[in-house]
């Protein structure tokens, strides 16, 4: 879906991308406490509110990195593609996105990463997960168990960004 | 004014020397190429000279002077310094950068002001146009000229030239050259300038170091390396033909024949036919009012009736007295003509170069050696 | 000077907006309180005083980060300290991808709940990207410009000041900015450690299930966060814009 995304903004013409691209900027600088207070009016509380708001926010790293990755592409390459009779369909999926997966993967490496964090937050309003030792830690006083949730999302914030980046190597080359 | 002994340079992670066991002498307001292929040592002897590089054994006496009893800093603001284009600074202006030195010698304002629209006329920049411009702004001929005054600011005896002109297409490349030559004439510096292009070598240098694997190979003046190359090392560096290689060493001014008569775009072609009459010449110069070169005549031409500006056939190029020879060859050949028009700066025609002149020219040397 | 006073102007619309936003969805709900609890946690002198800490605690870690990220940075790329920038540049890498609220709750479990440990923790934090745009930023500077100022006679200190640091402040603001808005998402969350600020409401609302104090809270961190960002991006653009 966020690729979906990503192809339209490069379809459309440049400003518009801008302008996508400005305003998915725009939310994500939105504190993702203060993302949730928006939408639990709209989608009460629990896990779906947090699904939104993470689609949300993992948008803007994604789109972006799309959108460079399929911009940054040497035009001789997609003459070359063009010269050589293939559609543009074919040029998209053959020549265009294999060319700017290293961005793109870049970029959904970021969203997972920024993911792990909102996820714990959002453990606040009743999604669940590990953040709830942090909260219920907090709540009940029991430090060591605000520990163990801090060290635990630290953990698996690094190691999705190791991981990722490894698959990013291996794919790459 | 500047002299090497047993100079050698060591760097840590690599095994034989960068440097090893030089000695050069170069005298004052001669033109030093150093000149060799790439790892050959010519940047690291260079950088030595102002310190950027401190040698592991040896002396440098820079005017006399041992320069490891100068402090670094003074010693540089004292030795001009240009390397390739993107020495300049992007987030200062042009007159920003020309000032550098002078503002660490703390000059007064005014006298920076005037000695920046100073260097920037001698190197043929409008100081109006071009002052308070950023080097983004200007081409890559400009930037090298602004490179060449930032490194003549505070007027230092000495100037280090790293591949100056390298970055620049050969017909830019040719027209700096000459300009600086030119300038060079003027202003009498003692050079140290380091090249990989022996062709640049042969042009610019008083004297020529050739390098190889840290070790001098020969030093000599042009003439001498090509009329005898020291090793096959230099043969191969030479290239073939040297004799085509000497039309560089010999300035079009020194070998030029007189212009021939000139007539004005206005005047009836009896005149013309007058002219070559008369002085038993078989080319005329045609020329605008102010006396600038507009085209020429043959006597063919000059037999058709009406003004010369209808029979007279256009001139694409021409040169100036600073060009060498070879510039002329090629004009030449890209003319189309066995001649070819010497204008002064101002347009004017001053002389001629014509394939016989190319062919004593060459034969003068044989004759040499 | 008309032009001068248009472009101040045209500069000052969008904090202007936001401003106005901000202080209309204020009025709003607290003038229009569904109920008594509302009506009692929702007045303007505590809304501002939220507000106030919320700044306080964004503008003093900021601060903070940038006095000793910089130099720090700066520290980095020179002679005798370059050997510790791999390891650094890694570590610090690494915390970036820690989220914030797992670096609040690790000093909060340290440190104990309160001001001083969030601005530690928010300082600490955006550290971070400061340190690594300043370090990759004069990194970057083209070593042929180095090499010219040097060759001139420069003394290293001038080469630094005149020529390394401004062509690296692009790359360097971009951090600070970067560090800014974390900072205000940040701070936001620092509620749970007993700061204060702005998620404090948020918080309230949420356990007192009255959703016009969360929204108040909510949409002014929002805007204030945007703020930063625009604020700080105009600061870019017209600080290096030549």
Not at chain 2, 273 to 286: I, V
Request: proline residues 5%; hydrophobic residues 50%; charged residues 15%.
């Amino acid at each position: 879906m966020f690729l979906h995304q990503g192809k339209i903004s490069f379809l459309w013409n440049d400003r518009a991308a801008r302008m996508i691209l400005a305003v998915t900027g725009t939310i994500m600088t939105i504190p993702s406490i203060a993302m949730f207070a928006f939408l639990i009016p709209l989608f009460g509380i629990g896990i779906a509110p947090a699904l939104v708001g993470l689609t949300l926010y993992c948008l803007l790293p994604i789109l972006r990195n799309t959108y460079t990755g399929l911009k940054n592409i040497d035009p001789a390459v997609l003459l070359a593609a063009q010269g050589m009779g293939m559609g543009e369909a074919k040029i998209l999926w053959r020549i265009k996105l294999p060319l700017a997966f290293m961005v793109i993967m870049a970029g959904i490496r970021t969203a997972v990463v920024m993911g792990v964090g909102i996820t714990a937050v959002a453990a606040y309003i009743g999604a669940g997960g590990l953040g709830q030792f942090i909260f219920r830690g907090i709540s009940r006083a029991n430090d060591k168990m605000v520990l163990t949730g801090a060290i635990f999302v630290a953990i698996l914030a690094i190691l999705l960004d190791y991981g990722l980046g490894w698959v990013e190597r291996k794919l790459g080359t | 004014m500047i002299k090497l002994e047993h100079v050698t340079k060591v760097y840590k992670k690599s095994e034989g020397p960068a440097v090893a066991d030089l000695n050069l002498h170069i005298g004052k307001g001669e033109v030093c190429v150093l000149v060799g292929p790439s790892g050959c040592g010519k940047t690291t002897t260079m950088k030595m000279i102002n310190r950027l590089i401190e040698p592991t054994s040896g002396t440098i006496f820079v005017d006399g002077q041992n320069i490891m009893d100068v402090n670094p800093i003074e010693l540089r603001r004292n030795i001009g310094y240009v390397i390739q284009e993107i020495g300049l600074f992007p987030h200062m202006t042009i007159a920003e950068n020309i000032a550098t030195v002078p503002l660490e010698k703390k000059w007064p304002r005014d006298k920076i002001r005037a000695r920046v629209d100073e260097l920037l006329q001698l190197v043929g920049l409008d100081p109006n146009i071009y002052r308070q411009r950023k080097p983004r702004d200007l081409s890559g001929g400009q930037r090298q000229r602004v490179g060449v005054a930032r490194a003549m600011a505070a007027d230092p005896p000495v100037l280090l030239m790293d591949e100056p002109f390298g970055a620049l297409d050969p017909i830019n490349r040719g027209k700096l050259q000459n300009e600086f030559l030119r300038i060079q004439k003027k202003i009498q510096k003692t050079i140290v300038f380091v090249t990989h292009d022996i062709d640049e070598a042969i042009k610019m240098g008083t004297k020529i170091a050739i390098m190889r694997q840290g070790k001098l190979v020969q030093y000599d003046t042009p003439e001498n390396i090509l009329n005898a190359p020291a090793s096959n090392f230099v043969i191969n560096l030479i290239g073939g033909n040297r004799t085509i290689k000497q039309l560089n060493l010999i300035r079009v001014g020194e070998m030029m024949k007189e212009a021939p008569p000139v007539v004005e775009l206005s005047a009836p072609t009896v005149k013309a036919r007058e002219l070559l009459a008369a002085r038993g010449k078989d080319l005329l110069f045609a020329v605008e009012k102010d006396g600038r070169l507009a085209g020429y005549l043959s006597p063919q031409n000059a037999r058709e009736e009406g003004q010369v500006a209808d029979v007279m056939q256009e001139i694409p190029n021409s040169i100036t007295p600073d060009a060498t020879l070879n510039d002329a060859l090629s004009e030449m050949l890209a003319f189309g003509k066995g001649f070819v028009c010497v204008v002064d700066e101002g347009g004017k025609p001053v002389g001629l170069v014509t394939l016989g002149t190319l062919m004593k020219a060459v034969g003068g040397n044989d004759n040499n050696s | 000077m008309t032009t001068t006073l248009k472009k101040l102007a045209s500069w000052l619309l969008v904090p202007l907006l936001l401003a106005v936003i901000g202080t209309l969805v204020t009025v709003y709900f607290v003038s229009n309180p569904t109920d008594g609890i509302v009506a009692r946690q929702l007045q303007y002198p505590k809304v501002l005083a939220y507000l106030v800490r919320h700044v306080f605690l964004v503008i003093l870690s900021s601060l903070l980060a940038i006095l000793t990220a910089v130099p720090a940075g700066i520290l980095l790329t020179r002679k005798g300290f370059r050997f510790l920038a791999p390891v650094i540049i890694n570590i610090v890498n690494i915390g970036q991808t820690i989220p914030s609220i797992a670096i609040l709750a690790l000093f909060m479990s340290i440190l104990g709940l309160g001001v001083r440990t969030a601005v530690f923790a928010l300082w600490l934090y955006s550290l971070l990207p400061i340190l690594r745009n300043t370090y990759t930023g004069i990194q970057g500077v083209n070593p042929g410009i180095i090499e010219a100022a040097r060759g001139m006679g420069m003394p290293p200190q001038r080469v630094l000041w005149r020529i390394e640091f401004p062509l690296a402040l692009r790359v360097i603001m971009a951090g600070i900015r970067t560090a800014v808005v974390i900072n205000v998402g940040t701070a936001t969350l620092s509620t749970f450690i007993g700061a204060g600020g702005l998620g404090d409401l948020i918080i309230t609302g949420l356990s007192l299930s009255r959703i016009t104090i969360t929204l108040t809270g909510g949409i002014l961190a929002a805007l204030l966060a945007i703020l930063a960002d625009y604020f700080i991006g105009q600061v870019e653009i017209h600080l290096l814009a030549e």
